[in-house]
Nanobody, 128 residues
Framework: QVQLVESGGGLVQPGGSLRLSCAVS????????IAWFRQAAGKEREEVSC????????YYADSVKGRFTISRDNAKNTVYLQMNSLKPEDTANYYC?????????????????????WGQGTQVTVSS
């Protein structure tokens, strides 16, 4: 059974940092791209970052480049999103997702619209 569980969200002041975790089970993490998305109240869902499988490539939205870093520990079945220099506009519910049905061995670019398993999300609020 494919499962993704996010954690690490919370309330942080502008300029602060948080590290989100996405613990996965039911599949071999090393064979799949994993992406982080976010959705703020009243806004469309946005892909924030992605880490490809063993290909090693990553993707960052322009809005987070230079501030967020995605990483994975395949042995721990976990993907991380380190978020630094947080801004109020980063406030959103953050989700991780996997393109499990079609994404084996494929890169982030290839599976951009094929994410079919999602976690429940973790709320990030950036406010003073």
């Amino acid at each position: 059974q494919v499962q993704l569980v996010e954690s690490g969200g919370g309330l942080v002041q502008p300029g602060g940092s948080l590290r989100l975790s996405c613990a996965v089970s039911g599949f071999t993490l090393g064979h799949y791209a994993i992406a982080w998305f976010r959705q703020a109240a009243g806004k469309e869902r946005e892909e924030v970052s992605c880490t490809s499988s063993s290909l090693g490539s990553t993707y960052y939205a322009d809005s987070v480049k230079g501030r967020f870093t995605i990483s994975r520990d395949n042995a721990k079945n976990t993907v991380y999103l380190q978020m630094n220099s947080l801004k109020p506009e980063d406030t959103a519910n953050y989700y991780c997702a996997v393109p499990w049905t079609t994404g084996w061995g494929r890169s982030c670019e290839d599976v951009k619209y094929e994410y079919d398993y999602w976690g429940q999300g973790t709320q990030v609020t950036v406010s003073s």
